[in-house]
């Protein structure tokens, strides 16, 4: 790939350093990035990306763009802009472009528990500019997720707040589930840590399996509930496997709070006995309550998501749950989860948005992110939409044949472009 400053710049001296706006590569902690603000003098803008289509379903825009980034921001999307204009621009002819993506589903704390991944060579390098870390930390553990990890990441980072106050850190069989031991499970103490970070708390989780959980899931959701009530912020619920049927989980949520896993295999799905999307799981997306997919390493059925498919019910966000057991397959990234669902028959658009526009609003990120409108944080994903037979394979080992893979090209990320190693 070659980029245009004032000077041709190519791939080779990019990795050098060339070019003020580009890091070649996001160094675990963010370390490469060099500051945005350097465009030559005179020049309008700091990046252009130029000659892509765009896909922005918070706009219904979907047509051949180019996207102007001055300081961080987006500060043009317009048919035809001068390449003079910019002070380096990003060629993306026959490239899809995108809202940076949102992975509602993470485990990006690395080194505290089994589960934990370094956020950058697996989001900010794969076209996610945003990763909510679901529930690997407590309270015991957040002020370190937060001082080590989230604020030397590249990629920008929310977390829900595990109820269980050491998180994640136990796992599960052989070791002790975390919620096992009640005295870990407190909703005051959780609801003040979240009141003390709400930079960064954007949401409480907790998971019910009864390896998590033992016997205590219904008491579980009890005290999640009060955390989350008390704080005033939504709730998270990872479903499958329990003990309780999931029905009794779904009677303690609201509107706004997010079933996670949400089209696994396992007993106490979705789908009741006979195949059929089950009324107390229309009920409560009728009131409110999302729906996303968490692929995971056991979490995600293709059998299960063709029969929700078929009954209309499709996912509100689409996540990757990437974490240690998956990275290597079969989730790999969350752009390989979208083309899971190319794959399934959702359209192009219908996918980005689930990652992106559906995604931001589901806790409230606010108007910056998830979009490409002037004045929103310039996070922006650059794919190539590759067409070939592609082996795609879900949670339970099935796999299917799929014609199309979205392939990251290039991700900025608050004007600042990182690329894909190699």
Avoid: W
């Avoid at 989730?331 to 559906?358: C, H, Q």
Wanted: charged share 20%.
């Amino acid at each position: 790939m070659t980029i245009l400053g004032g000077n041709r710049i190519s791939r080779r001296s990019l990795l050098a350093g060339a070019g003020g706006s580009f890091v070649a590569s996001a160094a675990p902690f963010g370390a490469a990035s060099i500051g945005r603000g350097s465009s030559k003098a005179g020049k309008p803008y700091n990046l252009l990306i130029k000659g892509g289509k765009v896909i922005d379903p918070s706009q219904g825009l979907e047509a051949p763009r180019d996207v102007a980034i001055r300081q961080g921001k987006i500060a043009l999307i317009a048919p035809e802009i001068p390449a003079s204009d910019a002070a380096d621009v990003l060629p993306a002819e026959g490239k899809l472009v995108t809202p940076g993506l949102i992975d509602l589903h993470t485990h990006v704390f690395p080194y505290v528990g089994p589960y934990g991944i370094e956020p950058d060579p697996y989001f900010v390098r794969r076209g996610v500019t945003t990763a909510l870390d679901a529930g690997t930390s407590g309270a015991f553990t957040f002020q370190a997720f937060r001082n080590f990890v989230i604020s030397r990441a590249a990629t920008r980072i929310r977390a829900l707040l595990h109820v269980v106050s050491i998180g994640m850190v136990a796992g599960s069989t052989p070791n002790m589930g975390e919620l096992e031991d009640l005295r870990y499970c407190d909703p005051k103490l959780a609801a003040q840590v979240a009141g003390a970070n709400r930079d960064l708390i954007v949401g409480f989780k907790i998971r019910f399996s009864n390896q998590y959980t033992g016997p205590n899931d219904l008491e579980g959701m009890k005290r999640a509930r009060a955390a989350a009530d008390a704080a005033g912020l939504p709730l998270m619920v990872h479903i499958g496997g329990s003990y309780t049927p999931l029905e009794e989980f779904l009677a303690g949520l609201k509107k706004g709070d997010v079933v996670t896993h949400s089209f696994n295999s396992h007993p106490h799905g979705l789908l009741d006995g006979a195949g059929k999307v089950a009324p107390a799981v229309l009920e409560a997306r009728g009131r409110g309550v999302l729906f996303d997919v968490g692929h995971g390493a056991g979490s995600f059925s293709f059998e299960v998501m063709e029969k929700c498919l078929a009954q209309g019910f499709l996912p509100d966000t689409i996540s990757s749950d990437l974490y240690t057991a998956n990275i290597h397959g079969p989730v790999y990234d969350l752009p390989t989860t979208l083309s899971k669902f190319l794959l399934l028959g959702l359209g192009l658009r219908e996918v980005i948005e689930r990652s992106t526009a559906n995604a931001a609003r589901a806790f409230n990120f606010g108007a910056e992110i998830g979009t490409l409108e002037p004045g929103a944080e310039a996070d922006v994903s650059v794919f190539d939409l590759k067409e070939s037979d592609f082996t795609f394979t879900d949670a339970d080992g099935k796999s299917r044949t799929g014609r199309q893979k979205l392939v990251p090209v290039a991700t900025v990320r608050g004007g600042k472009v990182f690329l894909p190693a190699g």
